[in-house]
């Protein structure tokens, strides 16, 4: 079962290119790491050149720090000018997301920062060349396909809760006591790790979608080593796992209604429309011209919610709906293939196996079937089209999970703190722009400093405003911090 809405940059997951860790002999003498040739993956070739990759042995328990070990993958591209200001270590979300696949791809959108920053992220615990996690095969996700998360009847109930402890129980299998301590706090530690051995004396840091939750933690954790830190796209801490459900639901019904004005439509009524064509496929499911696969109406959901993620995807959901009011489903199966990372062959990438570890040891509410239920009308009305789904989900993501989570939400208080930059977009679907107010609050008086753009899509920068990239640039590169409240139209 495929986590219905994640926190990832999907921007930057769409690039293909990816890279892996290298054993290599170099080292810059400023932390001990030995960097390399970045090496081919089954995702994608070797990055060029410019980027290396090493090997970091961080404590598996950081309440055991002369314990067990594990491995962090690491990529760097040194900075190009001579005015150094450190090293810039990136987070894309996720939670799950590889900084070694998508930092190569996202370079392009931050080479202004590159003059004085090395551009530097990693593989977060449980993710891809940091002990990733594989819970289940290409089959038994294709298979899973089939389960409706949004049961309408109690074998539907049955099958979906059944399929959520089968996937908990495969993660167990392959993880190990590794899936004990894959959490927000546990990366946090690691990130200091990683500061310390990079050589810097404060974290400057470039956190995106769940990212923005843990560069929160780190800065609760270690308020006196913030440097330069910038927020975007950010995920409301206070919000618990209803609340983000909630959130979501009221993200995606507004950026479908800008969609729909945008083609002339009422908002309201275009998406009657879209909730009838979904109920219809769940009970036929679309051809796709594939032998063996159908559109079913959770795929079919998921494929409508992918190019809200971008308004430049806009028209695509347009052809896709079209398509699929003739009765034909394949264009939104491909959108929903390219949100579950399944390609072509089959073969299915694994962020939602690694999301689902970190979140499920995260997030310690764990609603009932009845406590769900009892939701799911307030969710139909914020979103006649993605409430059931998301209502279901927050009693079906982490059921009967094989360990407890550690809180109802972060703590991100930051009291000592140097100032942080949070960045919240009116119009994002996935992280609602309250939640960067609350992040701004929450980190402290005059720690959070709130900017506001007035746009669409999920994140600020590289995202056509002027006035967000110059603001930040400004920030990361010469320590010049906005008034709070600033917004940019």
Known sequence: ???????????????????????????????????????????????????????????????????????????????????????????????????????????????????RYDLVSWDPRGVGASEGVRCRGDKEIQAAESVDVSPDTPAEEKTYFEDAADFGEGCRKNAGKLMAHVSTADSARDMDRIREVLGDARLNYFGISYGTELGGTYAHLFPKKV???????????????????????????????????????????????????VRRIDARPLPVGTPGRKLT?????????????????????????????RGDGSELLALADRYNERDPSGRYGTTTHSQRVISCLDDRQRPTTAETKRL?????????????????????WCHDWPVPGQHDTPEVS?????????????????????GARRM??????????????????????????????????????DGTVPKDGKVCS
């Open 1 to 115: 079962m495929t986590r219905f809405v994640r926190w990832t940059a999907l921007a930057a997951a769409s690039a293909l290119l990816a890279g892996g860790c290298s054993a290599g002999s170099s080292d810059d003498g400023r932390g001990g790491l030995s960097w390399g040739r970045c090496k081919a993956t089954a995702e994608g070739p070797a990055p060029s050149s410019d980027w290396q990759c090493a090997t970091l042995k961080v404590p598996l328990d950081w309440s055991e720090p002369d314990g067990e070990t594990i491995g962090l993958g690491l990529i760097r591209a040194k900075a190009r000018g001579g005015d150094r200001v450190g090293s810039l270590l990136f987070n894309f979300g996720g939670p799950g997301a590889s900084g070694l696949s998508m930092m190569p791809s996202y370079a392009p959108t931050v080479s202004s920062l590159r003059e």
């Open 376 to 396: 799911l009308p307030r969710f139909e009305k914020i979103s006649p089209v993605f409430g059931t789904f998301l209502g279901w989900d927050t009693a079906g």
């Open 297 to 325: 109406q959770t795929l079919a959901v998921t494929g409508i919610l992918l190019p809200l993620y971008s308004k430049d995807s806009w028209p695509t959901l347009t052809s896709a709906l079209d398509a699929a009011e």
């Open 414 to 434: 930051a009291t000592g703190a140097a100032p942080v930059l949070v960045v919240g977009n009116t119009g994002d679907p996935a992280t609602p722009y309250e």
């Open 440 to 477: 701004a609050d929450e980190l402290g008086k005059g720690v959070g400093v709130m900017l506001t753009w007035r746009g669409e899509g999920h994140g600020a920068y590289g995202s056509g405003s002027d006035c967000v990239d110059s603001t930040v640039n400004a920030y990361l590169l």
């Open 227 to 277: 440097g330069r830190m910038m927020l975007d796209a950010v995920v409301d801490p206070g919000a618990d796992t209803v609340g983000h459900a909630e959130n979501q639901a009221r993200g995606f019904q507004r950026a479908l209604n800008g969609y729909l004005a945008s083609t002339g439509q009422d908002p309201e009524e275009g998406t009657r429309k879209i909730a009838d064509l």
